[in-house]
């Protein structure tokens, strides 16, 4: 028995070795370009794993925060919620033929998208809480799974979820495997980003914070249920996001990486925090592969914390630049000659 | 090289082994008495475990949700956290020559409590608001903190946290041990608990869902800091815990722990999930070595949640009876003699 249980020990130390060796060899990064960019998330994992280093950070304490929207997954032509927002009003315009004679909902019925925008964020609230409200929590994860399994990008033509970055999520593999948790910190609803989180980040729903309609308790044929209430709850965006990290995780994390103004408090807040911090932007500069755009975009506008990283010291990366590839399933090749 | 490799994991396969044998056959909860409250947890633990059994649970869907007041510390003769705003009225007045004649805050400082009862919730949130806001959310954790190194039980004379229940502890470890994640879903203020979670309970700040004050990001000097607001950002009682539950974690738990009707509807919502499901109450009839109190108490009143859990098959603790000692460092001759 004794034998048996040591052999089997010693075949799994083999694996173990061996798998060790491999892996050290092959690259988390592979695709990104070696790079300032590349260098300066390498040596800052390695210098708070280090232990007896001065840098050294517990594991308990390894915690990365990422923004969604442009930062893991494509946010242009608009944000993907956006994009079901209005999926969804054609959706349900049968059932509301008021629809056709009342703003904002007739614009989006006539596409008419120069309405839509004079609309203001009181139009865009109406029709968020026209698509996001009524239901149950339960009921409107569904939507959404049934929404992403279906909709494609209008200028890409692939699903959503096919549009996440390729060097982000070996981002996110290569913390986690340097024991880092890490946390989805969104602009975006909590529950809408929850139905893809776990399955195309690796990240589970209990980490992903954002922005969330009141929901009210209630007893329903005998049983319990959550119902999404057409009605703020919180804003997770902005100086809301260090408001949310505060009040979902409760301790400050080390490493913060976003793409817009909307992170720059995020960032502010992780970066103030003692002992190494770590903050990253990533610029969208690829016109050919994915979009190009920052200080004047209405979606993802990149301005004033783009002018504070050289000063911050916080990494920015130039997806034309640093990127070998940018989504799953295409090389660089491919994705130039789309 | 490989030798010294094979050798050092041969020695480490013999402790693992060993190890193993020896926790297999140390009780987990040694401080539960032998009953059907503790056989249904061992069993609900074995049965959701059990690979390729019917009712197997998935490690990532392996989630309990624990009421704080009552059901993991003390709670009596006022939540502790309660008898921390009576204090901070007390050490803050100085500061307020103001309140020696104005209520609520005159009945706290003559030990008034008939006075102070009869100002109702609006008196009450008054104290709270004078006590937990107008600081910045790390000013807040470091008075909780001094607070409790020094603040006594007023009938025990132990600290607070040496008050917590050594037989909940001996279940939050067998649960981890298990693969589950524990989390607190407290009524109390979720930066309260967190001071001390994870120290005593092994819980981390992020797996702690509570109520809330509202905190605002500003800069300070420079600095970035969150400031506590004078104004409820959530209730995380009653229907407010399955609500907190749904917006912090996300996922239904198969688990929940409470002791009092603020904690049953996180049960009944945990309850109506599909599959395995487990529900505890914890009733204090303990009159020697703790408190006895249910259907008529003021703090952690039980009554409905009583009726209901013979009807929903939810498990009773009686404290005198299931419990071999209460608090931590405590025999059960000690703690009689006390």
Known sequence: MKIIVLTFLISLGLVLVFGQQASAQADPLSSWNDGAAKASIVRFVAKVTKQGGPDYVLP?????VFDNDGTLWIEQPLYVQGLFVLDRVRALAPRHPEWKDTQPFKAVLENDMETLAASGPKGIAELVMATHAGMTTEEFGRIVKDWLATARHPKLGRPYTDLVYQPMLELLAFLRA?????????????EFVRTFSEDRYGIPPEQVIG?????RFEIRDGK????????????????????GINKFIGRRPIAAFGNSDGDLQM???????EGPRFGLLVHHDDSVREYDYDRSSH????????????????????????????????????????
């Open 211 to 215: 922005s969330s309609n009141l929901t």
């Open 178 to 190: 340097n024991g880092f948790k890490t946390y989805i910190v969104s602009g975006g609803g909590v």
């Open 267 to 273: 960032l502010q807040w992780v970066a103030a925090g």
């Open 60 to 64: 308990a304490d390894r915690i990365a």
């Open 299 to 338: 979606v993802g506008r990149l301005d004033r914390a783009l002018d504070e990283a050289p000063r911050r010291g916080w990494t920015v990366v130039s997806m034309k630049r640093d990127w070998k590839t940018v989504f799953p399933g295409y090389s660089r090749e491919q994705e130039k000659q789309r």
């Open 224 to 243: 319990p249920v959550l119902v999404r209430e057409p009605e703020i709850d919180f804003i997770d965006d902005h100086e809301g996001k260090p408001v």
